[in-house]
């Protein structure tokens, strides 16, 4: 019979509602149900597409006799991480502080007072390398709580104490200057790998914000050493296992440093990320690989992840059938030759092996192989290549796909307006603008109430009923800004400044600060508060960004003193740990270029019109602002007071409160854009 979870609206709880275990979603009534029996709470955070998360369920949760010890003993509560990114950043930073690692599943007990005593992530049925076994831990935990109360109590205000008092600073006084970002790209350059591209050793994880900062210092600078680190690490990603080379997109990370073998979850925001990153890499260099991963990852991405109601499913798992009925990782994407022959027939699969350096051994497990593109393969040809591509997707179609978690992140769907705003835009893609519109569209259907609140997530058209933290603040004003210089509408505008209003009013501290949720949202032991980049940008440089930008199109210094000591914690960190900060290192370039404010005005069916427009788009001046229309028209504060120049379309550039004669000419708004 379900559990109490089978009427939530996300995957990750709904695959744990026919578990033996009695789940709670986290809620006030489940803590009050451990304070009335008068046990300890079982916390257990994950998600969807979390492999381990998988074997754990299949292995305890799923089991009858370790359920009966976790149903009779605690109250067990199921908490799906990208639903609820506070719960699990605050329980996450104590395990983190108490074991020096962590991860996912994360498992902590909990007083009733939701106050934790004993952490751990991954358990095993039985005792394994070291690890007590899940039902030794249940067994121990609940002997201390009945018989070493006093001891667990003061083990948990212990931990509380610790992690309030864990302020963050933001910084000091004064926005990074020419010498942080210097020695940001110093420090970028002793950890990079010269072999493979990207940075550190292994797993590698891909730098998309990174990537974002090393371009951009370029631009600004004419670095060569920053635009060779992005050029290459893109190459090698592209190349490598990493990247699909048959449907397109990314997985989540390497296993290796070299890019061969991925973990092959398949994430919206790491695609989001990196769509957009390859798009800016052509626009800076030309290059056709980056035009090309930058559609395949887009087209992927609408292809695999559009939901009917237009907005994106967060994720696909790294699992599924092998056709055995086992769930396998990789199991969809691999390929061994006897595969490869299968499918094409012995002349082209012998061709494709080299091609793709598939090999007898395999690379990755059981003697398959994931598909690359290495750099000795020699000159290939073109036509042959397309027909084996498509017939191995045919044949990889007849494989049972991975499964998708299709609720709608209102943040990583902020991420992917972006980027597919951009992307289409650039590349000459209406359509991917269009769906980055559509996506936008959701959003304010569906997730934006009528005082600019917004909702984390939504699945199958339906709201859910967790708060948008500040990372979904920020990234869906960071799409809404990309859509509006895009398309020219500055309903869009509009919209982000609601948003970030809501950030100036909810979500700021002192001395530039800010939180990652709102001041009226709901209570935990500890206020989360993280500005290090990660998987994606964080809230706090994701808000700089669009707070930065927003200021740009309409001169307001409140955002702008907003982004600035926003940016204060980057003049702190960007020396020192420059591959954990790599948004707010972009943020910063575009602080110190200006940003530059750019506004054309004229006709839509003039030729010179949107010559200068494209000349815009084109420019690489780092967080450049862009808005285009008539010149009566009241959509965008920058066109205000704009007039044609001899009767024609003319573009005008400000930055630092200074702004250049207007100009007719292409060329000369393209030199305008690089002084």
Avoid at 103 to 109: A, D, H, I, K, R
Avoid at 553 to 576: D, I, N
């Amino acid at each position: 019979m379900p559990n109490r979870l089978a009427h939530e609206t996300s995957p990750y709880l709904l695959q744990h509602a026919d578990n033996p275990v009695d789940w709670w979603p986290w809620s006030a009534e489940a803590f009050e149900e451990a304070r009335r029996r008068d046990v300890p709470v079982l916390l257990s955070v994950g998600y969807s597409s979390c492999h381990w998360c998988h074997v754990m369920a299949h292995e305890s949760f799923e089991d009858v006799e370790t359920a009966a010890l976790v149903n009779e003993r605690f109250v067990a509560v199921k908490v799906d991480r990208e639903e609820r990114p506070d719960v699990d950043a605050v329980y996450m930073e104590a395990v983190q502080a108490a074991t020096g690692q962590g991860g996912w599943p994360m498992t902590v007990f909990l007083t009733p007072d939701a106050e934790p005593f004993y952490f751990g992530t991954y358990f095993p049925p039985e005792p394994r390398h070291g690890m007590p076994s899940f039902p030794e831990v249940l067994d121990g935990v609940a002997q201390a709580w009945t018989d070493r109360r006093g001891e667990v109590a003061e083990v948990a205000a212990r931990i509380v104490k610790d992690l309030a008092g864990r302020s963050l600073a933001h910084g000091g006084d004064g926005v990074p200057g020419e010498p942080e970002l210097a020695q940001a790209l110093l420090g970028l350059t002793r950890d990079y790998d010269a072999k493979s591209g990207g940075f550190g050793g292994a797993p590698k994880f891909p730098p998309s914000m990174v990537l974002e900062f090393l371009l951009r210092h370029h631009a600004r600078t004419g670095a060569e050493g920053a635009l060779q680190m992005a050029v290459d690490t893109c190459e090698a990603m592209a190349r490598g296992g990493i990247y699909d080379q048959l449907g397109g997109g990314f997985a989540r990370y390497a296993v290796d440093r070299d890019w061969v073998v991925p973990h092959f979850e398949k994430m919206l925001y790491d695609n989001a990320l990196l769509c957009r990153v390859y798009a800016h890499l052509w626009r800076a260099t030309g290059s056709e690989l980056a035009r090309r991963v930058a559609l395949e990852t887009a087209d992927f991405m609408v292809r695999e992840l559009r939901t009917p109601e237009g907005g994106f499913a967060s994720a696909l798992d790294a699992d599924s059938d092998d056709g055995t009925g086992r769930h396998v990782e990789g199991a969809y994407y691999a390929w061994t030759p006897a595969q490869l022959a299968a499918a094409l027939g012995e002349d082209d699969a012998a061709y494709a092996v080299r091609y793709y350096g598939v090999t007898e051994e395999g690379t990755f497990e059981h003697g398959s192989s994931v598909l690359q593109l290495p750099q000795d393969a020699g000159v290939a040809d073109g036509e042959r290549i397309a027909s084996i591509r498509a017939r191995l997707l045919a044949a990889r179609d007849e494989r049972a796909r991975p499964g998708r978690d299709d609720k709608i992140v209102a943040a990583w769907n902020g991420l992917a307006i972006a980027a597919l705003a951009e992307t289409g835009a650039l590349l000459d893609r209406p359509d991917l603008v269009e769906r980055a519109t559509e996506a936008a569209d959701l959003l304010v259907r569906l997730h934006l109430d009528a005082a600019a609140r917004l909702t984390r997530t939504s699945k199958d058209g339906h709201a859910g009923a967790n708060a948008g933290v500040l990372e979904d603040y920020a990234d869906v004003a960071e799409g809404f800004l990309a859509l509006a210089s895009v398309t020219g509408e500055g309903v869009w505008l509009e919209f982000a400044g609601f948003l970030l209003d809501i950030v100036l009013d909810q979500f700021t501290a002192e001395g530039g600060a800010l939180y990652d949720t709102a001041h009226d949202a709901e209570p935990l032991i500890r206020r989360p508060q993280d500005p290090t980049d990660n998987a994606t940008p964080s809230g706090w440089s994701a808000a700089a960004g669009a707070l930065l930008s927003y200021a740009a199109h309409t001169g307001s210094e409140p955002h702008r003193a907003a982004a600035e000591g926003a940016l204060g914690v980057v003049k702190a960190l960007g020396p020192r740990a420059p591959r954990f900060i790599g948004w707010g290192l972009a943020v910063a370039e575009a602080l110190l270029d200006g940003p530059r404010e750019i506004a054309v005005v004229g006709t839509r069916d003039d030729d010179a019109f949107r010559a200068l427009c494209r000349t815009a788009l084109d420019a690489t001046t780092p967080g450049a602002v862009l808005a285009f229309g008539p010149p009566d028209s009241t959509e965008f504060p920058l066109l205000k007071d704009r007039p044609l120049v001899s009767g024609g379309a003319a573009a005008y550039v400000c930055r630092h409160f200074a702004c250049e004669a207007p100009t007719t000419d292409p060329a000369e708004l393209a030199r305008a854009l690089t002084r």
